[in-house]
């Protein structure tokens, strides 16, 4: 739900664009992958291990690079022609490369804070490449709307995962009762996809 909102409702990534996805072996990453290349887009994702890289690259983004090793990223952006929209949970301290990486009329939408809530800003390059910069969550969203998303999942996405145009990239799943060593595994950013908390015993599928 929150890749759909973003790419679709927030920053509507068309149908050509390339879409720069930050910490593409998340959960939040890896669907936003395949929803780009779904929605008719190209992604290009960030990850740091080759592991993630290649997990990356299997789920279908044309171009992957290792953020420990590239820190100024926008020019490789920019020779990979560059984005038109950029899901970031980083922010600031990925704000001046990201602007630098967008394309004219870009959209930079920022989901997280994990590198900081203070960063500096060139407002010119953002005036002169008409660019727009969004702060989205889903959480504090009217229920209207979330509402809205499960029906749009539903007679969108649902249907293409059985047939395994999509894939439901769940890394791994702890009994609510191991919450704390959920997250202390997450913490570790070793996941590829999504950690699940699970309130009662998973039935394996039939």
């Known amino acids: ?21 930050h910490a593409g072996a998340s959960g939040v990453g ?15 994702a960030s990850a ?34 560059g984005a038109n929209m950029i899901l970031d949970p980083v922010a600031a301290s ?3 490369e990201n602007i630098a990486s967008l394309k004219p009329d870009g959209r930079l939408v ?19 490449k008409r660019l727009s910069l969004i702060g989205s969550t889903l959480r504090s969203q009217p229920l209207a709307v979330k509402a809205g998303l499960a029906r749009a999942l539903e007679e969108q996405v649902l249907l293409t995962i ?17 919450v704390a060593e959920a997250q202390e595994y997450v913490g570790r950013n070793q996941n590829l996809g999504k950690v699940v908390l699970t309130l009662f015993p998973v039935m394996p599928m039939q």
């Open 94 to 96: 990925y704000l001046a």
């Open 162 to 178: 059985q047939p395994g145009q999509l894939k439901v990239t769940v890394d791994s799943s702890f009994p609510l009762a191991q």
């Open 48 to 81: 740091g291990s080759e592991e993630k890289l290649a997990f990356c690259r299997q789920l279908g983004a044309a171009e992957v690079f290792n953020y420990k090793e590239l820190p100024a990223f926008s020019r490789q952006i920019k020779e990979w022609g």
């Open 110 to 128: 920022i989901i997280g804070l994990m590198g900081g809530i203070k960063g500096e800003i060139n407002l010119g390059h953002v005036l002169m």
């Open 1 to 21: 739900m929150t890749a759909w909102f973003n790419l679709v409702n927030v920053g509507k990534l068309a149908p050509g664009e390339t879409l720069l996805m």
């Open 30 to 44: 890896a669907a936003s992958i395949q929803l780009a290349n779904f929605l008719g887009g190209r992604a290009i």
